[in-house]
């Protein structure tokens, strides 16, 4: 019999009625003959609850009791969700991740699973039962409890399916996949039937937040087919010949033939950008200016260092808008002196737009019809970036909507 | 150094702003050089509120989940009050039952304590760490969480005391001790200093809901000194060698030297009686009438049978008011006719008064003031039971008040 996870997201399991809406539709994927492994989150809003009760404790409470606090609200839901199951007819058992057990590294509130024992579970499930197990957490070697960090019941779904060698991880949450765009921009995004891995973690990292950009890497680290879905717009069990719900993240090199050359436009609003002005092209240098960056803990995304012009050059790079004064000073305190840099200046209105595909590997004049697109709509490009299968540009804040529209429409992502 | 464990329900740790005044008694305590233990509840209403989930999923949840989730609201308690303890610079760590681990039975919901391994404890301790246990859990031996049902923190917190052989075991309530009566009945009610173990059963058992039953059995087979205070009125810290607050639960043999003869006035509100007449007397019978019962799992309380006269006699037992027409009925349809006895009455307004003291045994004449005392308030007995330390009588429920008054005057309880 085929093993399914399914992982289900803080607001489907919102309520109790919502919970049993879960326990339905679990059932039927079971009735239809299924293997079934349920990873839910907790509560909606009830791991933020607890937190807050740690804040009021402390401003910075310790990362071992907060993650033996934080860890509960996953409990709950597991037994109330078995609870729900057997009330329909089923055999069902729940599991904290210390009793699987999930084996994590000790880094408390971002730990990391180093393995995932199954006899247990696979006991349980070859007696017919459907096997709850907490998302988010797991214990480390000394018997402390771990929780992976925000989103982390995704990762757990990913790890347990990777684990158990699962046909497939069925990721249900709020949307119904993943979108060309964010719908919220462009009315006529369409959803993606499959996403290949690397344009996932594009998508992802660039703001679609749908998937935690770690359980992407997990999937992609065990070829695990992945989909996302919806709990509260799709029906309860698709035919298992034809899941067409959602999205899924595939690793079939032939799943992207009838695929369009561009997947979608991502973007991130929040950028800030700095320049230093007038640097001694010199080897070390970006180091000694990106150095003192990251030891003040501010993430940097996108570096650019163009030809240098009689042995000076301009060094541009951008972070996350909230740390854009943090930066400033770092930057001023102390790399502008040591490394005998001119002026430096900086702009917090901006925002990048990136079109992504792998099909662009193949296809020359993807760049050029971007920037056409662009100029079209008088809008100009600050900073260029590219890899394999994205280009990145940064434009004025006030033009990020427009701009995402002309490209989708460019492109021809609209539905159809 | 002595160790001492600490007890705190659900009202001292009912808040963040209660978590923190918790905490700095513990500190106060470890300031004083003793190495601390503590024993925390849930925060009030959380365990209700969780289990209330459950019962909206279905009426009789399956016990080992419904201890899944209900064992939650005590690990969050531990994690809090760890935090409030380092945020005043104290080395704190939690663990819930299963981390100790405390074993115990697979008895979901009202499961016993069958081991504690404290060697993780004592190393802390030696560490000069405060530890903090779940209270109410555990883990059985095939890892499954289980609880030891309603105020079981109590019982956690004596057993945890007896394993490491802890100078005393301080469960901090919401009252500041055990007394004569219930104040609320009689005002000038005193508290008392010292109890022995089995006058402290007795007063228990009978209605002074301050310890849960199986805490004080426990401190009874451990003879471990344990005493009932207030988190509320009594002060931070009492000096070492005069801990005058509370009530110590004692078992030192000469604790009660300067004691009355009698304790305490205890009762119980909700009795109901049923009597069995003309029942044939032989070997047997007494089986007969109550094996139904107990099959029923009605709990029953005093049981009296006189002297028979001309082979038949009388048999009358009592019951909790809320099994009464429970009782009733497995009566008429199982037993009436199979044992062939008489009619059968009852009477669902009774009250049980008794009369509770170690210091009895010496003295005679107890029996008679009590009944003097009752027949000159105009009070008529229904039924007499008695017992090495304590005489009961079960009377009309709306004489109660005006019983406990009069007696607890005529043995003279109250404050000077």
């Known amino acids: 019999m085929a093993l399914i996870v399914h992982k289900y997201g803080g607001t489907s399991m919102g309520s109790t009625e919502r919970i049993k809406n879960v326990a339905k539709r679990v059932a039927k994927w079971h009735d239809a003959g299924y293997q079934i492994v349920v990873v839910p989150s907790a509560m909606s809003g009830e791991t933020n609850r607890i937190i807050g009760l740690a804040k ?152 679609s937040k749908v998937l935690q950009i770690r359980s992407v890497e997990f999937a992609g680290n065990y070829r695990m087919p992945t989909r996302v879905l919806s709990s509260l717009t799709d029906p309860l069990m698709p035919l298992a010949e034809e899941i067409v719900s959602g999205t899924l993240i595939s690793f079939e090199e032939d799943t992207n033939m009838e695929q369009a050359t561009i997947t979608g436009i991502a973007f991130n609003r929040d950028e800030a950008k700095l320049t230093v002005f007038g640097v001694p092209d010199k080897p070390g240098i970006a180091y000694q200016i990106l150095g003192p960056v990251a030891d003040a803990n501010i993430e940097v995304d996108m570096i650019i260092q163009n030809q240098s012009v009689e042995g000076k050059t301009d060094f541009t790079f951008t972070v996350p808008r909230a740390d854009y004064n943090k930066a400033m000073e770092v930057l001023n305190a102390s790399v502008k002196a040591h490394i005998g840099a001119g002026n430096i200046i900086g702009d917090a209105k901006v925002s990048k737009v990136s079109v992504v595909g792998v099909g662009m590997r193949s296809h020359v004049g993807i760049a050029s019809q971007m920037f056409r697109t662009l100029s079209e709509e008088g809008i100009n490009i600050q900073m260029i970036s590219t890899s394999e299968i994205k280009i990145s540009v940064l434009i004025d804040e006030k033009y990020m909507e427009l701009a995402v529209r002309a490209l989708h429409k460019a492109f021809g992502l609209e539905s159809a």
Chains 1, 2 share one sequence.
């Open 56 to 207: 009021e404790i402390m401003a910075e409470p310790d990362p071992r009791e907060l993650d033996m606090i934080a860890s509960t609200g996953e409990q709950v839901s597991v037994g109330l969700l078995s609870m729900a199951l057997q009330s329909l007819g089923k055999k069902a058992v729940s599991y904290a991740g210390w009793q699987v057990p999930i084996k994590t590294d000790s880094a408390y509130t971002k730990a990391r699973i180093s393995s995932i024992d199954d006899a247990k579970v696979k006991a349980d499930l070859a007696a017919g039962k459907i096997v709850i197990i907490t998302g988010f957490q797991g214990v480390d070697d000394l018997g402390n409890i771990t929780t992976l960090g925000r989103g982390g019941s995704d990762t757990s779904a990913v790890a347990i399916a990777a684990a158990m060698k699962a046909q497939e991880c069925l990721i249900y949450t709020d949307v119904d996949g993943v979108y060309t765009t964010d719908p919220r921009v462009v009315s006529d995004a369409r959803r993606l039937n499959t996403i290949t891995f690397e344009e996932m973690l594009e998508m992802a990292s660039l703001g």
